[in-house]
């Protein structure tokens, strides 16, 4: 009978690597009675396989996401606090100043669109008034005459000029006033010893203005010094 032969050591059993998977190297190869421990080789497999990710900022469950910054108001320094603040008060006070133009410009606008509106209405008052003066004409020249007295044309004569006064229209021309030549029409020069200024003789047909808008000058004989 065979002896069995003594201090025969025994084998390890061989751990084969998983296909893919990197093969350890230098420490990590050690066995567990000289070499690191297993924390230790898990934490250096894991520096292996990837970088490091810098991670800023967190999402809205409170965990860092990478790519956003948070502004450290803290690391600023109270001149660039100032600089800031100042940056504000300018902002604040350019808009205010928008805000006063804005409202100038508004104000103006009003006052011109309505200064506009009054002179077109007067430009149409005058336009109409004027289409009527020929009627007054011929009103007025009966009148003179006495044609009018009793008649049913003095009442009318007498509401058309009360409706002219009330939007201001004025007769121009008198006798015996200096000739103006912006108001009066010469239709004839009369030497005269008698002035020594370009006077106003005769009014042949009244002139008419509504305010400072002349709507006809008077047609007038004008009686000028002896000797011009």
Same mark, same amino acid.
């Given at each position: 009978?065979?002896? /069995? /032969?003594? $201090?025969? =050591?025994?084998?390890?059993? *061989?751990?084969?690597? /998983?296909?893919?998977? @990197? /093969?350890?190297?230098?420490?990590?190869?050690? $066995?567990?009675?000289?070499?690191?421990?297993?924390?230790? $080789?898990?934490?250096?497999?894991?520096?292996?396989?990837? =970088?490091?990710?810098?991670?800023?900022?967190?999402?809205?469950?409170?965990?860092?996401?990478?790519?956003?910054?948070?502004?450290?108001?803290?690391?600023?320094?109270?001149?660039?606090? $100032?600089?800031?603040?100042?940056?504000? !008060?300018?902002? #604040?006070?350019?808009?205010?100043?928008?805000?006063? !133009?804005?409202?100038?410009?508004?104000?103006?606008?009003? @006052? !011109?669109?309505?200064?506009?509106?009054?002179? &077109?209405?007067?430009?149409?008052?005058?336009?109409?008034?004027?289409?009527?003066?020929?009627?007054?004409?011929?009103?007025?020249?009966?009148?003179?005459?006495?044609?009018?007295?009793?008649? =049913?044309?003095?009442?009318?004569?007498?509401?058309?000029?009360?409706?002219?006064?009330? %939007?201001?229209? !004025?007769? *121009?021309?008198?006798?015996?006033?200096?000739?103006?030549?912006? +108001?009066?029409?010469?239709? #004839?020069?009369?030497?005269?010893?008698?002035?020594?200024? &370009?006077?106003?003789?005769?009014?042949?047909?009244?002139? %008419?203005?509504?305010?400072?808008? +002349?709507?006809?000058?008077?047609? #007038?004989? *004008?009686? #000028?010094?002896?000797?011009?």
């Amino acid at each position: 009978m065979t002896e /069995k /032969k003594d $201090s025969e =050591p025994e084998q390890e059993p *061989v751990i084969k690597p /998983k296909r893919g998977s @990197k /093969k350890p190297t230098g420490s990590e190869a050690q $066995s567990d009675d000289g070499g690191p421990d297993l924390v230790d $080789s898990i934490d250096d497999l894991i520096e292996a396989e990837g =970088p490091d990710v810098e991670t800023s900022g967190t999402d809205a469950s409170g965990t860092d996401t990478p790519g956003t910054e948070t502004p450290d108001t803290d690391s600023l320094t109270q001149e660039e606090i $100032s600089f800031l603040e100042a940056g504000e !008060r300018d902002l #604040v006070a350019d808009m205010r100043n928008d805000l006063a !133009r804005a409202q100038a410009e508004l104000v103006n606008f009003r @006052k !011109r669109v309505e200064r506009d509106r009054q002179a &077109n209405r007067e430009a149409v008052i005058a336009e109409v008034i004027r289409t009527l003066l020929p009627a007054v004409d011929d009103l007025d020249r009966a009148e003179g005459h006495g044609d009018l007295a009793g008649s =049913p044309l003095e009442l009318v004569a007498q509401k058309l000029h009360g409706a002219f006064a009330r %939007y201001g229209l !004025r007769q *121009v021309g008198e006798k015996g006033e200096a000739f103006d030549p912006h +108001l009066h029409e010469a239709l #004839v020069q009369l030497p005269s010893p008698d002035v020594t200024v &370009n006077t106003v003789a005769d009014v042949i047909e009244p002139g %008419y203005a509504l305010g400072d808008r +002349l709507l006809r000058a008077a047609k #007038v004989a *004008v009686s #000028v010094p002896d000797g011009q």
